[in-house]
């Protein structure tokens, strides 16, 4: 049936287009079938990024387009490397994706030990545990601001009945010291289950016979779980950090949707710093050199990385 | 077969027909381009009558004010054509004249007659000249705004707490008119159980993320004795921004976020604002006058629970507000520029005005707001023409948005975060509007 329709295709096709397709190599033919994505790549990020490259040594500003655009050769970077609001938004991107990961790794990987262990209604739960991760980061973000409101929201007054302290007091979006936390919070309590989904993937993919050779020896379960359960699943628990590592350290939508960056500039980090310096003070040169620098840093952070997961997964 | 290919015909020509009459009719249709609030609604409004009169249709493209320089500051950078009028916020015109994205207006104002002489001073200096203070006008003043207050006028006169309040601070209860006696009363008020309910001294703006924060501060700052630059001196901030006077505005302003705002309040704008006064959290609310209308009207508060007062007066009996609004202006990238400057003529005319002002938004000309009947016509009518004359504006230069973000960060790091002092806050503002002064090669 598929030859007789291939036959039929090949007789459709006119013979001067066919002759061409003939002289084609199997490689060329290969290139023709990428050259679109490949091109369309090039258009949309290949081609921009080194525009950004361009630009990061220019005074160039978007809302000035008569202006004369000088070249200020590296006097963008020395400036955003020297400061100080800069090193401050880093250190609190660097705080944010340390915590997130952390307690996202820790408890998404006792989610998904719990659940491997296949309980009853294990399924029910399962399903119940990944609803907050499909959800949009917009709902997300607006309905913890409400959740976190100290005189209507839920969560001040769920923390006011445990711990007795007024729920007006309890401002975790405006109070400097819970202004960080209350971010971490709402991204654990979104991401987990993704971490929990990927280590369960790792868990489930380890052979039941390991265990049975274990049980044999009589090692015990704590035995068997720091010599055969966290060694087998760590390429998984690694790769889900890298997955949120990444994500996190751009993470935009939901610092600007809670706080704003705010109070202050207590939970600024390098994305907001970004978006503010691009596209409300209209420093594009500048930003386009600030963008490079992350860029980088994600990019060689995330080599490193993948390079020690590789160590890891040859063990 | 014939019959067929007729039908097709005659469809094919129709179709063309409507399409080629409808856009003769729209040919002329006029976009104009503003923040999505309740003026715009007016603005919808009396503009039926301009097509009424002239055949030319209007479309509007509103967008909210948290958007509402994003969008339109990239549709002029970008050379756009959506806009064929556009109210742009006062501080837009340095930038917006400098880069040449408003057409000039002297030479029509000329032809047509239009005094700049007829409208209200300040905002033909606000929303119309630039350079500042020389006859180079940009925009027609079209709706004048001013930041002012509202209180409860409904609890200032309740006897128990007249009684109590004089008691405690020796004068009677009622709009402040300095800025010791605002925080006194906002003091009073703050947790205060009145009908059953918690309430609290004063919403102000604290907003962070576009430009509240720095509206807010700056209306108390000015009244302290804040001054942008040295008067003889242009672009000379050192011992003017960060004078002791300012200092004291500053830490006044931080004062009373501390001590008197509702809990949670750390990014507070006109929207939260008014949400705020009306739902009775509030015994005062600082806002821009734009908001009065609907306050007035409002079931809860308004009618004869609300009242309106200046921005009280500094330490040393200076007193000014922050000016807000816009004028309208022809966007030179427009295809329709005929058709808009008709616009600008007809928007400019008194009964025009005058209806503008009866529809809920701001006319700024002297024809209408010093009419007799005009402080009479609106309980909050004295209180804008009163505000109106005091008023300042924050820079309005082509680099205003990195000057703005300067000092967004600075007041907010100081004022709702507490970071480091009100000293500092101004000293490193002086430091950064200085840089960005010196990259724009003006020092």
Redesign the interface.
């Known amino acids: 049936m598929l030859n007789r329709t291939a036959e039929n295709v090949a007789r459709a096709t006119p013979e001067p287009l066919a002759r061409k397709v003939r002289g084609i190599s199997d490689k060329g033919l290969a290139w023709l079938f990428i050259s679109p994505t490949i091109l369309l790549l090039l258009a949309i990020n290949i081609f921009p990024l080194f525009w950004a490259i361009y630009l990061s040594f220019t005074n160039y500003r978007a809302n000035r387009p008569n202006e004369v655009v000088k070249n200020l050769g590296f006097a963008n970077y020395q400036r955003i490397l020297g400061d100080k609001d800069i090193w401050l938004a880093m250190q609190t991107t660097a705080h944010f994706v340390f915590w997130t990961i952390l307690l996202q790794t820790l408890i998404g990987f006792t989610l998904a030990w719990l659940i491997d262990r296949k309980f009853r209604g294990h399924a029910f739960w399962t399903t119940l545990i990944l609803v907050p991760m499909m959800l949009s980061p917009a709902v997300v973000g607006n309905f913890w601001r409400f959740l976190y409101e100290p005189q209507i929201g839920l969560f001040a007054y769920a923390i006011s009945f445990v711990t007795r302290i007024p729920p007006t007091d309890i401002q975790m979006l405006s109070n400097v010291s819970l202004a960080p936390w209350s971010i971490i919070i709402v991204d654990t309590w979104m991401w987990t289950p993704y971490v929990m989904l990927i280590c369960l993937a790792g868990l489930r993919s380890i052979p039941e016979y390991i265990y049975e050779a274990a049980e044999v020896d009589r090692a015990s379960n704590w035995r068997q779980f720091w010599s055969i359960t966290l060694p087998m699943a760590l390429p998984f628990i690694m790769l889900a950090v890298l997955f949120r590592g990444i994500e996190n350290f751009k993470m935009f939508d939901m610092v600007n949707l809670l706080t704003g960056g705010g109070p202050g500039s207590t939970t600024e980090v390098a994305s907001i710093t970004l978006k503010r310096q691009a596209f409300e003070s209209w420093r594009t040169g500048y930003s386009s050199a600030f963008a490079i620098i992350l860029f980088v840093a994600v990019f060689g952070l995330a080599n490193i990385y993948v390079k020690a997961l590789n160590k890891v997964k040859q063990r | 077969m014939k019959s067929r290919l007729k039908l097709a015909l005659g469809l094919t020509s129709a179709i063309t027909a409507s399409t080629a009459v409808s856009n003769v009719a729209h040919a002329e249709d006029l976009t104009l381009c503003w923040a999505a609030w309740d003026p715009a609604n007016a603005l919808v409004e009396l503009s039926k009558d301009f097509t009424k009169e002239t055949g030319i249709g209007m479309k509007f493209e509103f967008v909210p004010w948290t958007n509402y320089a994003?969008r339109f500051?990239n549709e002029l950078?970008s050379?756009g054509k959506l806009c064929d009028l556009i109210i742009g916020d006062s501080q837009w015109i340095g930038?917006a004249a400098e880069?040449?994205h408003y057409v000039k207006l002297n030479d029509f104002f000329d032809k047509e007659k239009i005094s700049m002489d007829d409208f209200v001073p300040a905002t033909v200096v606000g929303y119309s000249e630039w350079p500042k203070n020389t006859p180079n006008y940009w925009a027609l003043p079209a709706m004048g705004d001013v930041v002012g207050w509202t209180y409860r006028k409904d609890w200032f006169s309740k006897p128990e707490l007249q009684k109590e309040f004089k008691e405690k601070y020796g004068w009677d209860l009622g709009p402040p008119t300095t800025f010791d006696q605002l925080k006194q009363v906002a003091e009073f008020f703050q947790k205060r159980e009145i009908d059953g309910k918690t309430v609290y001294g004063a919403s102000i703006y604290t907003e962070?993320?576009s430009e509240g924060i720095t509206m807010g501060a700056m209306d108390v700052l000015y009244s302290h004795g804040f001054q942008y630059e040295n008067p003889k001196k242009p672009y000379e901030m050192e011992g003017f921004v960060n004078s002791d006077k300012s200092v004291k505005g500053l830490e006044f302003y931080k004062a009373l976020y501390d001590c008197c705002t509702?809990?949670?309040?750390?990014?507070s704008y006109m929207g939260e604002g008014v949400d705020a006064f009306k739902s009775g959290?509030v015994a005062m609310h600082m806002n821009f006058a734009f908001t009065w209308p609907g306050l007035q009207k409002d079931e809860n508060v308004g009618g004869d629970k609300i009242g309106y007062f200046v921005n009280p007066k500094g330490p040393d009996g200076e007193q000014f507000a922050q000016l807000g609004g816009q004028g309208i202006s022809v966007v030179s990238y427009s295809d329709k520029q005929e058709a808009a400057l008709k616009y600008i003529k007809w928007f400019a005319n008194k009964d025009v005005q005058a209806k503008w002002w009866s529809l809920g938004g701001y006319s700024c000309l002297n024809a209408v707001v010093k009419d007799p009947a005009f402080p009479a016509s609106q309980p909050y009518a004295q209180t804008f023409l009163d505000s109106m004359a005091i008023v300042k504006d924050f820079w309005a230069e082509?680099s205003y948005?990195?000057l703005?973000?300067a000092s967004q960060?600075r007041f907010?790091?100081?004022v709702?975060?507490?970071?480091g002092s009100a000293k500092d806050a101004l000293d490193g503002l002086v430091k950064d509007w200085t840089q960005v002064f010196q990259?724009d090669g003006k020092m």
Not at chain 2, 416 to 419: E, I, R, T, W
């Open positions: 994003d500051l950078n050379h930038g880069n040449g962070r993320g509702p809990p949670g309040a750390s990014n959290q082509p948005a990195p703005l973000q960060k907010h790091d100081y709702v975060a507490g970071q990259d």
